[in-house]
């Protein structure tokens, strides 16, 4: 199935040729060529097959990162007949997300990709579309809801109750995913799946699978790139038609629920109640639009961006944890001050050890660690060029700029000689700018950064409140599960001991 590394076989089969505007534009702007432009094999075939046995043996990121330390921080590669440039430099990579927004975009591959089940929604498209999603989305994260630390605690406590208390295995990583999607269909819809408890409606528990056979499909899609045509799994498009189908219900719920209330209102004269509401996400979209197609677009879209993200920071972190018994002491001691209270939003905030543990597993294992933009005109990026990478690199209309944010968070140059280290206390003086971008950076930058911080506080702080001691049930080094985002290949097989057995 892992046909190929995310967004990597996007790539049209054409050769790339500046022509003599291009190579005008490059000769103005000071553009000096890559010292290494490689094509390993018939129209780089060879790297293409490399990388896709990478792939399917869970060592993506370290073939990427192997290329880099072969051919610097910023090359070209020719893959499948194209020129793509990869580039770790944090210069670069901040033109290209910030400095030079305007000149790049997400590329038509993704966004075909994706259309089944996000249609238009943010995380699909660029452009004025795009601008008019994130002017959607960004108001109704008002601070005082993300920061509500009500919403996680009646997840988090039906988690920590399906954690066996007498040291048996459990797999954290299934229940974080569990947890976050429980938590993230209440805060966006305004009911959850219940899927932790198996509470939930048949038609809840029948989104949960639809949802995730359409991601999966989705994180195909986005592989086979030019090959999308063919793709034709039936079992994927039904998916889609069912979780679409759910997520309108809300919608049509919501806009009818508005509806009754506006003919209230106009009737008796009595104040607008929608805000009184608990609060839910689509109820502040719905003030803003009553297109149902668009709201239902950007509910699946934000339930795509947020769930998976959230469970997979949480279950590596464990997956650390239960291997870094330093880690979890030193964390442990900074819960206790707590006693057995729920912490704050104030509070878990403060926590500093917890905020660099959570710094550190970013920066190890980011999420989303490998993305890809691409030129919509000519341009150039400030540095890669030339003999000693100093100069301006020329990006061609149409061309890839692919940045493996896994290999930049690993630069020795930036983070030591120990940079593979998991180590929490470097942040104490770290400040490593463009060059830690777990969230993305410039006007894409993630929208859910505190959501997803703080609910994981949230839960670290409450399960090592319940547990004083953690053990790995897992003889294997992390290996990592790329979909659209990452995970963990072997889950976080633990085993957690109760205060109260002690
Ligand atoms: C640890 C958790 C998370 C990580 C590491 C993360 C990371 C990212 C990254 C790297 C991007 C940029 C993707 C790209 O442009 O290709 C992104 C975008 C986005 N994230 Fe997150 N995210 C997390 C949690 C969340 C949560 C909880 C939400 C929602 C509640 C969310 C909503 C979004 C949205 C809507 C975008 C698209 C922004 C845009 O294109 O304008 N994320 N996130």
Request: aromatic share 12%; charged share 20%.
């Amino acid at each position: 199935m892992n046909l190929m590394p995310l967004y990597l076989s996007q790539i049209p089969f054409y050769v790339l040729l500046a022509g003599a505007a291009g190579r005008k534009y490059a000769h103005k702007n000071g553009c000096r060529p890559l010292l290494h432009s490689i094509s390993p094999g018939f129209l780089g075939l060879g790297m293409l097959k490399v990388m896709l046995t990478a792939a399917r043996e869970n060592r993506f990121l370290e073939c990427v990162r192997s290329y880099h330390r072969a051919y610097g921080q910023t090359f070209e590669a020719t893959i499948t007949g194209r020129a793509l440039i990869f580039t770790v430099e944090p210069r670069n990579i901040q033109t290209v997300l910030a400095d030079k927004f305007k000149d790049f975009e997400l590329g038509d591959y993704r966004k075909k990709a994706l259309l089944p089940l996000l249609g238009h929604g943010i995380f699909a498209s660029d452009g004025e579309t795009w601008q008019r999603s994130r002017a959607l989305l960004l108001p109704s994260f008002v601070p005082n809801q993300i920061t509500n630390v009500d919403l996680y605690e009646r997840h988090v406590a039906k988690l920590i109750e399906h954690i066996p208390s007498d040291g048996s295995m459990v797999d954290l990583q299934d229940l974080f995913f569990q947890m976050t999607l429980d938590s993230a269909t209440e805060f966006f819809f305004g009911e959850s799946v219940s899927s932790i408890t198996d509470a939930g409606s048949t038609s809840a528990s029948s989104f949960t699978d639809n949802f995730k056979i359409a991601q999966d499909g989705l994180a195909l899609r986005s592989r086979i790139g030019p090959l999308m045509p063919f793709y034709r799994d039936k079992r994927f498009f039904k998916a889609v038609v069912e979780a679409r189908r759910y997520a309108n219900m809300f919608v049509t719920k919501a806009i009818n629920h508005r509806a009754s209330l506006d003919r209230a209102e106009d009737n008796q004269k009595k104040p607008h109640k929608l805000a009184e509401k608990p609060y839910v996400f689509l109820y502040e979209l719905l003030k803003q639009t009553s297109n149902e197609t668009e709201l239902t677009d950007q509910l699946l879209n934000m339930l795509l961006a947020g769930r998976d993200t959230t469970a997979s920071l949480l279950s590596i972190t464990f997956f650390i944890l239960a291997r870094e018994p330093d880690v979890w002491n030193r964390l442990r001691a900074e819960v206790q001050k707590l006693g057995r209270r729920k912490p704050s939003y104030e509070e878990l905030h403060s926590m500093t050890y917890l905020t660099w543990v959570l710094n550190e597993t970013l920066r190890l294992y980011p999420i989303v660690p490998f993305n890809v933009r691409m030129a919509n005109k000519d341009t150039f990026l400030p540095v890669g060029g030339g003999p000693d990478g100093k100069y301006p690199v020329y990006v061609a209309k149409g061309q890839e700029v692919i940045y493996s944010v896994y290999t930049m968070h690993r630069l020795p140059e930036i983070f030591g000689s120990d940079a593979d280290v998991y180590r929490p206390e470097r942040w104490e003086t770290l400040k490593p700018g463009w060059a830690y971008l777990p969230f993305n950076g410039g006007p894409r930058i993630c929208i859910g950064q505190q959501f997803a911080l703080t609910e994981a506080s949230y839960a670290t702080v409450r399960i090592l409140q319940h547990f004083n001691a953690i053990e790995s049930r897992d003889l294997m080094p992390f290996q990592e599960r790329l979909t659209l985002t990452m995970a963990s290949y072997n889950g976080t097989k633990v085993a957690l001991t109760p205060v109260d057995a002690t």
